[in-house]
């Protein structure tokens, strides 16, 4: 079982600041297969970024994807009021299906 | 419009059962494979179970293994969960996922509450 590590587990940061979050697996994971979700208090769950660095309808292009094998990043290139929330990393595998990360929170400074 | 409403949660105590149902529209349900996620109080998410567009492939987090069952309703749109011999443990907001193409959710329903407490 792939084991997805993400860091830091909080991020201090200020509107029009630059987030940088990191998901790193315990193994290889294809590419096409890793996801980021954003999440807010009360909320379910929104899909940001899909095979790695594809953003998803409707996503600003503030946000953006990056990495391979074993080392995955998420950037918020300025961070907006509502950009400041929790964010997950995800992998599809066969059994599990799906494995999450432990979650960054990225909060006002 | 996708959407998808979870129905069905509420209180329980240990031991009991309860049945979720998932309600899709604005897509070809019988199309997709599904997914239940689950996320404990102040915790993060945790996948619980797949099923594919016929039913053909489920698949359980060890968690959860003998315990739920996975189902769907093509004809009626609709997806579930039946859950016995509930733990304090399974006490969490459950999500119902729609499976892009085997890989990631791309539409979540807004969620319902399971307490398992005596």
């Known amino acids: 079982e792939i084991v997805l590590t993400q860091s830091p587990g909080t991020l201090s940061l200020s509107p029009g600041e630059r987030a940088t979050l990191s998901c790193r697996a315990s193994?290889?994971?294809?590419?096409?297969?890793l996801a980021w979700y954003q999440q807010k208090p009360g909320q379910a769950p929104r899909l940001l970024i899909y095979?790695?660095?594809s953003r998803a309808t409707g996503i600003p292009d503030r946000f953006s994807g990056s990495g391979s094998g074993t080392d995955f990043t998420l950037t918020i290139s300025r961070l907006e009021p509502e950009d400041f929330a929790v964010y997950y990393c995800q992998q599809y595998g066969s059994s599990p299906a799906w494995t999450f990360g432990q979650g960054t929170k990225v909060e006002i400074k | 419009e996708v959407q998808l409403v979870e129905s069905g949660g509420g209180l329980v105590q240990p031991g009991g059962s309860l049945r979720l149902s998932c309600a899709a529209s604005g897509f070809t349900f019988s199309s997709y494979s599904m997914n239940w996620v689950r996320q404990a109080p102040g915790k993060g998410l945790e996948w619980v179970s797949y099923?594919?567009?016929?039913?053909?492939?489920?698949y359980y987090a060890d968690s959860v293994k003998g315990r739920f069952t996975i189902s769907r309703d093509n004809a009626k749109n609709s997806l579930y969960l039946q859950m016995n011999s509930l733990r304090d443990e399974d006490t969490a907001v459950y999500y119902c996922a729609r499976d892009a193409s085997d890989d990631y959710g791309d539409y979540w329903g807004q969620g319902t509450l399971v307490t398992v407490s005596s």
């Open positions: 099923i594919s567009s016929s039913s053909s492939t489920i």
């Open positions: 193994q290889s994971v294809s590419s096409s297969y």
């Open positions: 095979g790695a660095s």
